[in-house]
């Protein structure tokens, strides 16, 4: 029997997240044995309160937002930008936050003549944040490109199905898996940043119509969907979706191309990659950054911590 060596580790800031299974008890149950604990070495905390100030142990920030991390108040960090720094490793949101699994993305050749013998519809879009100041791209987009054809919304914004989709990536997995294409924008363009929309319509083995990521090709195959990021305007990429909805040896040649570059699940999704991460943090015997800091009064914070 393979000896695990204890870690205690608490939460924080989270919105709903369960202390005992989630993302990260999983993964790190592989190498250690966990322990839940008030007076953890190591603090994981999101962006969703302030609780994290109560801890003056190791703490590590995580967000799949574009939220880039304050290394004066977290010792290491996960999130979706490209950091030139040890105390940083890159964990984009579509790792954690897609129901599927890396293994379920990968594709195989008998796929395309079964996907092309589907009675698909045109395209679908499945969102819920359809706030014009905060999406405007995505929201301006899904009324152009519908000038085309009619595009089948059954998220809470735009909805015109006459139903909105359960929560979860399943119900909206067997949704978008009766269309050609999915309209998968961000919220934002941002380096690094990628969601789990596009991942999702990759799943359904939907073309994705993407926007966001400028270096989304690191993480997936370009070949394999369209971007507007490789267009000089949004006129010149509807031209194209509409040449390959037209155009079956087009529609063919997106769909037979993989998913993941050489058709290699990519090196973020790697749990070892990540549990050596872990094992950096784990092992740094360097004064947390908390108990470098001015201490401050925290009176009404740790009332609230007893609450929580």
Known sequence: M?????????????????????????????????ELSDKPDLLIYSKDGHL?????????????????????????????????????LRLPYYVIGCECSPESLLKFPNEVDRVLHEDRKFCSFVVSNGNPKRARRRIDFFHKLSEYKRIDSGGRALNNIGMQLSPGGHAKHDFIKNYKFNLCFENKETLGYTTEKLVEAAWARCVPIYWGNPLVARDFNPKSFLCLNDFASEEAFIEKIIEVDQDESQYRALLSEPFFNDNKI????????????????????????????????????????MMN
Do not use: M
Not at 6 to 34: E, M, P, Q, W
Not at 274 to 290: A, C, G, N, R, W
């Open 2 to 34: 393979n000896f695990k060596p204890t870690v205690r580790i608490d939460f924080s800031d989270f919105a709903g997240i369960n202390k005992t299974d989630n993302f990260f008890t999983s993964v790190l149950s592989r190498r250690y044995r966990i």
């Open 52 to 88: 994290n100030r109560l801890y003056n142990c190791k703490k590590l920030f995580w967000s799949g937002e574009t939220i880039y991390p304050d290394f004066t108040r977290c010792d290491y960090a996960l999130t979706c930008y490209y950091i030139d720094d040890p105390r940083h």
């Open 266 to 305: 990519n090196e973020f999704y790697s749990h070892e990659r990540l549990l050596d991460f872990f094992e950096k943090v784990f092992d740094d015997q360097t004064t947390p950054v908390s108990k470098r800091r001015k201490l401050i009064n925290t009176g009404r914070w740790r009332l609230a911590k």
